[in-house]
């Protein structure tokens, strides 16, 4: 334990998965001190995770407008999702689109990214 340092904070975040860090960088942003801390090694590979919503590419943008530009820049790392499917075993299927009729925004409302990727 030589290594470790005593930080005293009042706010200390356990979790650095998406939420975690996004809560980090908006204390950051405002200048609030806190402690992001997580068991895990970053980046990982991990299952779950794969979708990145509209209101996620709300709050990325809103951190920092240029996050979406470097998120476009890389289709093989962030494929642009515009809706999603579902099918059930009889075939019959739902279509849930991401954008409103009226939004005439050219950028994809959400993306689909490996955490590997996305961490």
């Known amino acids: ?23 980090a960088l908006f204390l950051a ?18 299952i779950c995770g794969d979708g990145i919503s509209g209101k996620v590419v709300g709050l990325l943008k809103e951190l920092d407008p240029n996050l979406l530009i470097k998120m476009e820049s890389k289709p093989d790392q962030f494929l642009p999702s515009w809706g999603v499917r579902f099918v059930a075993p009889n075939g019959k299927g739902l279509e849930l689109p991401f954008k409103k009729k009226n939004d005439t925004s050219t950028h994809a409302p959400g993306f689909v990214s490996k955490r590997m990727d996305f961490d």
């Open 29 to 46: 942003k405002a200048g609030v001190p806190h402690v992001l801390l997580d068991k895990a090694s970053f980046p990982r590979d991990k």
């Open 1 to 23: 334990m030589s290594d470790s340092k005593i930080i005293k904070t009042k706010i200390a975040i356990v979790g650095a998965g998406p939420a975690g860090t996004a809560t």
